[in-house]
């Protein structure tokens, strides 16, 4: 695969971060830009960690598709039967599956559809409290219902923050650590975690936030301290290929959980879908091109694939606001110029 596309884009567009491609057990490229610290210019490298924003809701998905496997849950079960948090507004019927595929109907403490500033949130409710996933209900517990339950797709952070209280209550474990114990170690994701932004470990990227007059800031007062079930992890580009290598292997899994996983359950336009925690995005003849994931915060801008017919992983990382976007549509370019061509 030519390369060169994904280098000409970072080139030109100013592109921070890493990129890893990967086909079965070769690398096809590996490629850093930019800098993980700006005022110390340090570089981005391989090892470099990165935040992923609501990428990491994969992981999460993954954790009750491992507790349901082990019957400490149903996809089936209510809401209201897992957590013993007052949801006085919520409908009866809201239940686990609901939550993983974003049609719950509940409100959303950041709305995509009508915010666009996740900064905003943090003017009544300073970002330096949210520290643990309780510390998110009071921004939505108590409001009304957006939607009949199951009537359509809304993307939704709130639900997969009550879907890491359940992990929570089911595990009796705080969520970052069941993920280390039960995901990342088992995936051999040795440098991935959920950090505070006020105590980084070694060679993690500050994110930044660039300004029109050419001014830039990092994103420490613009996410929560900590990030957790909707997102706000941080992988290195290997420990996130692994991730999709484990779980197609069924390492995480069981092969009938993982299909399970897998499973277009919800159709959002055309050829996108949505599985637990993951997006399905299909050709022309059904079959799937790819599962993908991806993250949007300040500072956060995060991109990663599995393409089954290809055996090809991708993960691009950077820390800007945007960027691998533009490298994951020339990258995904090229392997359908491969599928067409064959």
Known sequence: MNMDVAKCIADNKDFSGTILVKKDKGILTELSFGFAN????????????????SGCKLFTAIAICQLVEERKLSFDSKLKEC???????????????????HTSGIPDYFDEE????????????????????????PLFQYQAMRFKVGERFHY?????????????Q?????????????????????DSGYFELDALPPNTAQGYIDNHDGNWRTNIYSLPVKGGSDGGAF???????????????????????????LTPHVQKEDDDFY????????????TI?????????????????????????VAVCSNKSTGAFDIMAAIENEIVQQIDGR
């Open 170 to 190: 089911a595990s009796q474990l705080n969520f970052d650590e069941y993920i280390q114990k039960n995901i990342f170690k088992r995936a051999g994701m040795e």
């Open 38 to 53: 700006r005022s110390e210019q340090l570089k981005n490298n391989t090892f470099t960690r990165y935040g992923i924003a």
């Open 275 to 286: 599985g637990y925690g993951v997006w399905i995005k299909k050709m022309k003849n059904d």
């Open 235 to 261: 992988v290195t580009v290997n420990d996130m290929v692994k991730l999709w290598e484990a779980l197609i292997n069924n390492l995480l899994l069981s092969e009938v959980y993982t299909l399970q996983l």
């Open 83 to 101: 957590l013993d948090f007052n949801f006085p507004n919520f409908e009866d019927e809201i239940t686990i599956h609901h939550l993983l595929t």
């Open 114 to 137: 009508v915010m666009d500033d996740f900064e905003e949130l943090w003017v009544e409710n300073p970002m330096y409290r949210i520290r643990s996933l309780k510390d998110f209900l």
């Open 156 to 168: 939704n952070n709130a639900g997969y923050i009550l879907l890491g209280l359940i992990v929570e």
């Open 289 to 313: 091109l790819k599962y993908h994931v991806m993250g949007y915060d300040p500072g956060v801008n995060f991109h990663s694939a599995f393409y089954p017919g290809e055996s090809i992983k």
